[in-house]
């Protein structure tokens, strides 16, 4: 089969450096739209993950959709929209363990043919004491990250990765994509 070309449909450049630093060549490419989806936060995120590669513009290439969602006892918990839904998130996880999914869903243009992969990681957040809330909500590092916090922001020192890749809590693991690629490129 011809080498074809990884199109990461992302706005995002948190998964734009992951795949960048795992030494992986692509281009993003916009993605299709992200639906609401049904079903468990796990369910969500694969389906938009789908949504994403399928309903991008049209390219010969392997597309990568991906989306991530935060879920606390089986709560979605999205992108806030304003620091006082930061806030709200913020605290409603503070001192507690949660579990962050990622989907990945990979398709061959040439023949529609989709491959899909789903990783979970598992985070505990430590108290948060009003202070170190605000100075994070204040930030503004919460924007366009699912939960409103970003674990690998230096200012998120009460995220801790208790199991799982680093990488599925940032926005795109590295192994996942691997993996999907060795399928979609297989005899």
Same mark, same amino acid.
């Given at each position: +089969?011809?080498?074809?070309?990884?199109?990461?449909?992302?706005?995002?450049?948190? *998964?734009?450096?992951?795949?960048?630093?795992?030494?992986?060549?692509?281009?993003?490419?916009?993605?299709?739209? !992200?639906?609401?989806?049904?079903?468990?936060?796990? !369910?969500?995120?694969?389906?938009?993950?789908?949504?994403?590669?399928?309903?991008?513009?049209?390219?010969?290439?392997?597309?990568?959709?991906?989306?991530?969602?935060?879920?606390?006892?089986?709560? !979605?918990?999205?992108?806030?929209?304003?620091?006082?839904?930061?806030?709200? +998130?913020?605290?409603?996880?503070?001192?507690?363990?949660?579990?962050?999914?990622?989907?990945?869903?990979?398709?061959? @243009? @040439? &023949?529609?043919?989709?491959?899909? !992969?789903?990783?979970?990681?598992?985070?505990?957040?430590?108290?948060?004491?009003?202070?170190?809330?605000?100075? #994070?909500?204040?930030?503004?590092?919460? *924007?366009?990250?699912?939960?409103? #916090?970003?674990?690998?922001?230096? &200012?998120? @020192?009460?995220?801790?990765?208790?199991?799982?890749?680093?990488?599925?809590?940032?926005?795109?693991?590295?192994?996942?994509?691997?993996?999907?690629?060795?399928?979609?490129?297989?005899?």
């Amino acid at each position: +089969m011809a080498r074809l070309e990884l199109l990461l449909a992302s706005t995002s450049p948190r *998964r734009s450096r992951l795949l960048a630093a795992a030494g992986l060549a692509f281009r993003p490419i916009a993605p299709g739209p !992200e639906i609401e989806g049904h079903g468990s936060p796990r !369910e969500r995120a694969e389906q938009r993950a789908a949504s994403k590669a399928l309903g991008a513009p049209p390219a010969v290439g392997l597309v990568l959709g991906v989306d991530t969602v935060v879920d606390l006892d089986g709560e !979605e918990f999205g992108q806030a929209d304003s620091p006082d839904a930061a806030r709200a +998130m913020l605290e409603r996880l503070a001192g507690r363990d949660h579990l962050v999914h990622t989907g990945h869903c990979l398709v061959r @243009t @040439t &023949d529609g043919a989709r491959f899909t !992969e789903l990783t979970t990681a598992a985070v505990r957040f430590l108290p948060l004491d009003a202070a170190a809330l605000d100075r #994070y909500v204040a930030s503004g590092l919460w *924007r366009g990250k699912a939960g409103a #916090y970003g674990i690998q922001d230096a &200012d998120a @020192t009460f995220a801790r990765l208790v199991r799982g890749d680093l990488d599925t809590v940032v926005g795109l693991s590295v192994r996942a994509v691997r993996t999907l690629l060795a399928r979609a490129v297989e005899p």
